[in-house]
């Protein structure tokens, strides 16, 4: 799977401005070291911030090669102008709205996308699609999804408690969301109004700010708001499946392969991308009301055989 970026990988750095566990999964399986720039200054003031430690860190360390995940679509512009004057390769891991920001609705920033997969010696992607998207733009791209995160045998103790032969009740789903555009979080929250409390227990996680204050919230609906990691991962824990939808095409969520780790049975949205790589233990629908509900009734029909799937995937991936 590497062969073709291991000319890269002597005297390389990781960066990114923002935690996310595909760093920590990638630059981990690569063997490069991440370096996690965070500022919690306004927009400008932390742009302006983060650009200074970035510079200074590659002409601190001299990297032969910098890889960058995009997003930020700042750092990664600054990483591809710097790359000429101070002599080293670029390798961006773009995930979806790196290559479409904005949902792709805007022109200025889809411009700037392609040009750093024009110009970036390496684009690392997680599906062939979004790789047929890069080479398109001119770019060379490689495709590599993310390993499974790793987790403490504690955690992963734990979770096994909570899996259970016989279907529970009432079941307690987790909705791994963060409230995105591409999140059809108003149709999951409809559909839990098909299911009783002593049927169905749903939590959010992520913060919904002002997105939820026309929505109707039924009573086996708690929305979690953000959680730190280890409230996050103790939620994950308790969960009997986790609930992971997006709209996009080419989206492999992040949520989902926590899930597989965890040893969660799931609900994720109908695409190839998704029912190619995660192809046991999860149930697929469409992002609409109905189907939702239709997918989750056929989850719990079949957790128990889901829940024995699930770890078999998950022998698979490691």
Not at 172 to 199: G, N
Not at 234 to 255: I, M, P, Q, S, Y
Request: aromatic share 10%; hydrophobic share 40%.
């Amino acid at each position: 799977m590497t062969q073709s970026i291991d000319p890269l990988l002597n005297n390389a750095l990781w960066i990114t401005w923002e935690k996310q566990r595909r760093n920590h999964s990638m630059s981990r399986l690569l063997g490069v070291p991440l370096y996690e720039l965070i500022s919690h200054r306004g927009r400008l003031n932390r742009y302006f911030t983060l650009s200074w430690q970035t510079l200074r860190l590659i002409k601190q360390k001299k990297p032969a090669t910098v890889f960058a995940q995009n997003p930020s679509i700042v750092l990664s512009l600054l990483v591809v102008i710097a790359s000429r004057p101070l002599n080293f390769r670029v390798v961006i891991d773009e995930h979806n709205t790196g290559l479409f920001p904005q949902e792709g609705r805007s022109r200025l920033l889809g411009a700037v996308a392609r040009y750093i997969v024009r110009n970036a010696d390496q684009v690392i992607v997680t599906t062939q699609g979004l790789q047929r998207v890069c080479e398109q733009w001119g770019g060379r791209a490689l495709v590599m999804p993310d390993p499974l995160p790793e987790f403490k045998d504690s955690l992963l103790n734990q979770s096994r408690h909570f899996r259970d032969t016989t279907p529970p009740q009432p079941f307690r789903a987790l909705f791994i969301c963060t409230w995105a555009a591409d999140e059809p979080y108003r149709e999951v929250i409809e559909a839990m109004k098909h299911f009783s409390p002593k049927q169905l227990q749903l939590s959010i996680t992520g913060n919904p700010g002002s997105k939820i204050n026309n929505l109707s919230i039924p009573e086996n609906v708690t929305v979690m708001g953000f959680l730190p990691e280890e409230d996050y991962l103790r939620a994950l824990v308790k969960c009997h499946f986790v609930v992971v939808l997006t709209t996009r095409e080419d989206c492999l969520n992040c949520g989902a392969y926590e899930a597989v780790t965890m040893e969660k049975p799931g609900l994720l949205s109908d695409t190839q991308a998704l029912k190619t790589y995660f192809s046991e233990g999860f149930r697929f629908c469409h992002t609409d009301t109905k189907s939702i509900v239709a997918g989750i009734d056929q989850l719990m029909a079949q957790y128990v055989r889901l829940w024995r799937d699930i770890a078999w995937l998950k022998r698979k991936l490691s």
